[in-house]
């Protein structure tokens, strides 16, 4: 076996390389713009990068089996499906989205490498016009939206991305240069910015996707003392029920979400039971019944209601392997490591109460958090005839 040594992309700081960046950056900034078209564009534009840096994102065969699976699974329920076009633009949705995950490997190749604070800036100033475009109003009463969305929860998401994006700029924790000490104060003001909106989306599934990751990578972390961990989680507590006191007028209730998921859950056992009704057809059966929204709240609702039982296991029986591909390397704990932890897990606590599977916006999102966690992996190993082909 043979070392995969990415030495030789270490000099990518002249123009070629900054244009490099900025377009594979574009895609995962933009991605929950109103209009997907953005970072539609700029996500194809990125294929021809894609292809020339592909010993960069090199994939280990368990995890291609695992993404095969996932594949296969969009396939076969789209062909079984009741609404084959309505499938068919989820699973090119699904296609699309598995761009982000080497998107993700090679932005984290460039920033592990090359600290050059000039594109961070500009990503960073992005970030910050992109806030300024999220909802604001009053906090206990309606939030307004200048027609960017209908829905809190929808904002919430958004802005959860957006933190999370603002904190790559901060993996050069004593870095000394003048483009990354612009980079960390316009960055701070975009990840500040964020979080006060944020907050006034009252969205609190989102609130809880943004404590509980980050207190759990801090339980785990050997490196930090019992003292610091008690101290760090107490405030978060604290602050946490301060949110829950002061800025939620939602109550403690589910929002009528019970609603939705025992509507789609009888639906399916009596009609759909073992196949499903397909491929991103949800919607299509929420607004024929009459159930009060567009979207499951729950991924592993969608998936049954999507593929039935059959399909439940089917995902499922992807998610081990997925997950066994991954928690059999050691990591480095740098902060892309952490923002792509966090953002994944975040993720997961934020479908189990909104978010739709079958969507570029939120397969995409997943992709790229997978794709930066996937690339901290401490020994990357090509066979050795493989190595030399490539």
């Known amino acids: ?47 021809p990068i894609i292809y020339l840096r592909r010993e ?37 949705d699904m296609l699309r989205a598995a761009i982000l995950f080497p998107i993700a490997m090679l932005v984290s190749e460039y920033l592990r490498t090359w600290q050059r604070g000039s594109i961070l800036s500009l990503s960073a100033m992005v970030l910050i016009a992109l806030n300024f475009l999220y909802p604001r109003g009053d906090f206990h009463s309606q939030v307004f939206f200048f027609g960017y969305h209908d829905n809190p929860n929808n904002a919430a998401v958004n802005l959860f991305l957006m933190i999370m994006l603002s904190l790559l700029i901060h993996q050069w924790r004593g870095e000394s240069s003048r483009g990354y000490k ?17 907050i006034m989306t009252n969205s609190r599934q989102a609130w809880v996707a943004l404590l509980i990751p980050p207190i759990f990578y801090l339980w785990v972390n050997a490196r930090i003392s019992i003292r610091y961990k008690l101290a760090i ?27 939705i998921w025992f509507g789609l859950f009888s639906l399916t056992v009596s009609n759909h039971l073992w196949f499903g009704y397909g491929l991103n057809v949800v919607k299509d059966v929420l607004t ?22 059959l ?16 928690v059999r390397f050691e990591y480095k704990k740098s ?10 897990f975040g993720y997961f ?42």
């Open 233 to 259: 989680s107490t405030v978060a507590a604290i602050s946490f029920s301060c949110l829950l006191i002061y800025f939620n007028y939602k109550g403690v209730s589910l929002s009528r979400r019970e609603e």
């Open 349 to 390: 606590i934020m479908a189990m109460f909104d978010l739709k599977l079958s969507s570029y916006r939120f397969l995409g999102t997943y992709a790229f958090f997978l794709g930066l966690i996937y690339s901290q992996r401490k020994q990357v190993t090509l066979p050795l005839a493989e190595a030399h082909e490539r």
């Open 335 to 344: 902060m892309l490591f952490f923002v792509g932890v966090c953002g994944f």
């Open 56 to 92: 960069v994102w090199f994939v280990e065969k368990d995890l291609k089996i695992a993404f095969l699976m996932l594949l296969a699974w969009g396939v076969f329920f789209t062909a079984t499906s009741e609404i084959p076009l309505r499938s068919v633009k989820g699973g090119y």
């Open 182 to 198: 612009v980079a960390a104060a316009v960055s701070f003001l975009g990840t500040l910015a964020g979080i006060v909106l944020f």
């Open 1 to 47: 076996m043979e070392l995969l040594n990415l030495e030789r992309y270490r000099n990518n700081s002249g123009l070629i390389g900054t244009v490099e960046l900025l377009f594979l950056i574009v895609p995962i900034i933009t991605i929950n713009l109103p209009n997907v078209g953005i970072s539609s564009l700029f996500l194809f534009l990125c294929l």
């Open 311 to 326: 399909g439940l296991l089917w995902f499922l029986s992807m998610l081990v392997m997925m997950w066994s591909a991954y």
């Open 288 to 309: 024929e019944h009459s159930i009060i929204t567009q979207t499951a709240h729950n991924l592993f609702l969608e998936v049954f209601t999507s593929s039935g039982v």
